[in-house]
C-alpha cells in the first residue's frame, strides 16, 4: 500500500480537506465555510475538527504507519520553516500568527494526533499539485498563477518550490505593472492584483459599457443597468461576440502578460500554469495575455514560451499539501 496524507487548503470563504494516497488518488475530499469571523482560534478548532474526523475514518483502512501527515496552505505571508503566517488577506483578526505550532498542540491536546505537520502559502501548494500531479509535470521550472478573488503565484525552478529568502517569493499580485495608475490595493498602487483581480475586472467592465454604446444583448447578460455584471456574465457575453465584453477580457489579459513579461525578464522563466476560478474563461484571457508577453519582452526571449491551463482545478492546493508530505517535491 502507498503513503497517504491529508492535505488541507485555508481559503477566506472555505476550508478543503482531502485525503490523498502518493500516487495522486483523491479517497475523500470535503469543502466546508471557513467561518473567518471566529478568528484564529476558532478557525484552527475547526481545521484539527475536520482534519482528525478525515483521518479517524481512514487510519485503519489505510494504516496509522502509512500516514505521512498533514499539509495545510494558508493565504498571506507564510514562513514555512518557523510555522508562522502573516496578514492573511479576508481572514480577520490575524497578524503574525504561530499557525502550525498551535495547530499541532490542538491535534495533540483534543485528539491525541501528533503527526508531521507542513505549513505553506496557498498558491505555493498549488503551484506544487500542479507540479507534480497536474499541468507542470512535463517541466523544469515555470510558474502557477492563481486567478479569483486576488491573484496569487507559485514558482517551481528545477522541481524545486522556490520560497525566497523570506517565503514571498512568487506574489505576483503585487507586482507594479503601472504606478502612475488610480488602482491601489493593500497600500501599493498599480499592482496586477488592483487591476485584474476579481472586483477590479467587474470594475473595468462597467467602465467599458458605460463608456460606450451598449450592445443590445447587454441586459440580456449583465441585467438591467448592469447590475449583474460579473466574470461570468463577461464570459457569457464575449463567448456570444460581444465587442465590449471582448474588449474587457482583452484589456485583462493585457495586463497578465505584462506580468509575466516581468518573470520572462527578471527570471528566464518561460513556461505558465494558470488557475483560479477566473482563469475559466481560457484563451478569452490567455491569448491576449501571450500576445503582451510577447510585445513586452525581447524576441531573444520568446523561445519556449508557454501558457497552459491548470488541469487539478479548485484541488490542486488540497493535492500539494499532501505532494510536501510525500517528499514529492521540497
Avoid at 505521512?68 to 493565504?75: D, E, F, H, N, R
Wanted: charged content about 20%; some cysteine; proline content about 4%.
Amino acid at each position: 500500500m502507498s503513503r497517504w496524507a491529508l492535505g488541507v487548503d485555508l481559503g477566506g470563504t472555505a476550508v478543503k480537506v482531502a485525503v490523498i494516497d502518493e500516487k495522486g488518488g483523491v479517497l475523500d475530499h470535503e469543502r466546508h465555510p471557513t467561518h473567518a469571523d471566529a478568528g484564529p482560534e476558532g478557525i484552527i478548532g475547526h481545521i484539527a475538527s475536520l482534519g482528525f474526523a478525515m483521518y479517524d475514518r481512514f487510519r485503519d483502512r489505510l494504516g496509522e504507519k502509512l500516514f505521512a501527515g498533514i499539509g495545510l496552505g494558508a493565504p498571506g505571508a507564510v514562513d514555512s520553516r518557523r510555522g508562522i503566517l502573516s496578514y492573511p488577506p479576508n481572514l480577520p483578526g490575524w497578524e503574525q500568527y504561530p499557525l502550525k505550532s498551535r495547530l499541532q498542540r490542538v491535534l495533540a491536546d483534543d485528539y491525541s494526533l501528533h503527526c508531521s505537520l507542513i505549513l505553506e502559502n496557498d498558491a505555493n501548494i498549488a503551484a506544487c499539485g500542479e507540479a507534480v500531479f497536474g499541468a507542470g509535470r512535463e517541466f523544469d521550472d515555470f510558474m502557477m498563477i492563481t486567478l479569483g478573488t486576488g491573484v496569487g503565484g507559485g514558482i517551481i525552478l528545477n522541481r524545486r518550490l522556490y520560497r525566497g529568502s523570506c517565503g514571498t517569493a512568487g506574489e505576483i499580485g503585487y507586482m507594479t505593472v503601472d504606478y502612475r495608475g488610480k488602482s491601489v490595493h493593500a497600500g501599493v498602487r498599480g499592482t496586477v492584483e488592483s487591476l485584474i483581480g476579481k472586483k477590479s475586472i467587474v470594475t473595468l467592465g462597467l467602465e467599458i459599457y458605460r463608456a460606450k454604446a451598449l450592445q443590445a444583448s447587454s441586459e440580456e447578460f449583465h441585467g438591467r443597468q448592469l447590475c449583474d455584471l460579473s466574470p461570468r456574465t463577461l464570459e457569457k457575453a464575449a463567448k456570444h461576440g460581444d465587442p465590449l465584453a471582448i474588449e474587457t477580457w482583452n484589456k485583462v489579459g493585457a495586463v497578465l502578460g505584462v506580468g509575466l513579461a516581468g518573470v520572462v525578464s527578471l527570471m528566464d522563466i518561460r513556461k505558465f500554469v494558470i488557475g483560479g476560478g477566473i482563469s475559466a474563461v481560457g484563451e478569452l484571457i490567455f491569448s491576449p495575455a501571450f500576445e503582451q508577453m510577447k510585445a513586452s519582452t525581447l524576441p531573444s526571449m520568446h523561445e519556449g514560451m508557454d501558457i497552459v491551463p491548470a488541469s487539478l482545478g479548485n484541488r490542486a492546493g488540497v493535492f500539494g499539501a499532501a505532494a510536501l508530505c510525500f517528499a514529492l517535491i521540497e
